[in-house]
């Protein structure tokens, strides 16, 4: 069985990966290509006349967004797609609307608070969203979700798209992290009592995500290289996983990579904030009084230091 090799040029010092598949080494009736990398070609040639530039990198991160936050609905034998987002990251939704060259915006009132919702309508919209997302897709659920989708869509519109398997994990290298993390990510930092200091306090600084299952909190884990089957826990009061990481020097990869790949959703100014706060924190000294009042400042939550706090509170128990 021959496989294509991964191959990687450098532009302007950044890698292109060339897209590639692999393929199993199980003979079966029939061969499967499991795709490994993005891939849009499908997507762009059927994307709207007036919707000339593709960019990719925004792509990418919608399909992490979405992995996060959307949802692929059937009801009574059809399929709807929809991404609800509070009315102060509305401005998002027109953004991605204008990306992709078609779907609708409305408000409403959701759960007692007013949410902007993008939808899409049409057959020829829902078969370009269809392969935006075939093959393209990273956490188990969103897959499984995705193929009953396309199963309906093909009914309801007479289609024959075929799903297509992919192997394609989390990386450093493209935006799709920074679009799970705007759905799903949390930071936080908080000032404790500490006798060993001398300032008498010590910073604690956290980020962590949050899933009902725990197959994407293990890839995204294994970034930073973390080797033990730790820093995933499960929290029974939802019955989800959360993976945090707390070790400062672990969150620089976090820190430059979104620096790289910024978020759009008002987490971009929670993660500002935050970054400063850690930025703060690996000072070889101990804190200071005036460190701790610059982080308390950053937050804007109180003036007292011993106050703990977070800057984005963890949405648990929801649905993904």
């Not at 990251?89 to 409403?108: A, C, P």
């Not at 730790?230 to 430059?256: A, E, M, Q």
Request: glycine share 4%; aromatic share 12%.
């Amino acid at each position: 069985m021959i496989k294509n090799s991964l191959l990687i040029y450098r532009v302007d010092q950044q890698e292109i990966i060339c897209p590639c598949y692999v393929y199993s080494t199980r003979r079966r009736s029939s061969e499967t290509a499991r795709r490994i990398t993005f891939q849009f070609s499908n997507f762009t040639s059927l994307k709207p006349c007036h919707n000339v530039k593709v960019d990719t990198t925004f792509l990418i991160w919608l399909i992490g967004f979405v992995e996060g936050d959307g949802s692929f609905i059937i009801s009574h034998n059809k399929v709807y797609f929809d991404l609800t987002q509070d009315l102060k990251d509305i401005n998002l939704l027109y953004e991605i609307k204008s990306v992709l060259g078609f779907g609708k915006i409305l408000t409403r009132t959701d759960k007692h608070r007013n949410v902007g919702v993008f939808y899409i309508t049409g057959k020829h919209n829902f078969i370009r969203l269809a392969h935006l997302f075939n093959g393209n897709l990273i956490t188990n659920h969103k897959k499984h979700q995705f193929k009953a989708w396309l199963n309906v869509l093909n009914k309801q519109y007479n289609q024959q798209i075929e799903a297509i398997n992919s192997d394609i994990q989390p990386s450093f290298n493209d935006s799709w992290l920074s679009g799970f993390i705007d759905a799903e990510g949390y930071f936080a930092a908080r000032v404790r009592s500490c006798n060993t200091s001398k300032s008498g306090k010590r910073l604690l600084i956290d980020f962590a995500i949050s899933q009902k299952q725990p197959d994407v909190l293990i890839l995204i884990r294994n970034l930073f290289n973390i080797k033990a089957q730790t820093n995933i826990r499960f929290d029974p009061s939802w019955k989800g996983y959360v993976f945090y990481l707390s070790n400062k020097k672990l969150l620089i990869y976090l820190v430059k990579y979104l620096q790289r790949y910024c978020l759009k959703t008002k987490k971009g100014v929670d993660f500002s904030k935050w970054s400063k706060i850690h930025k703060l924190s690996m000072k070889k000294e101990h804190l200071t009084e005036h460190d701790l009042i610059e982080i308390i400042k950053l937050c804007n939550l109180s003036k007292k230091p011993k106050v703990a706090f977070s800057l984005s509170p963890l949405r648990v128990g929801r649905r993904i």
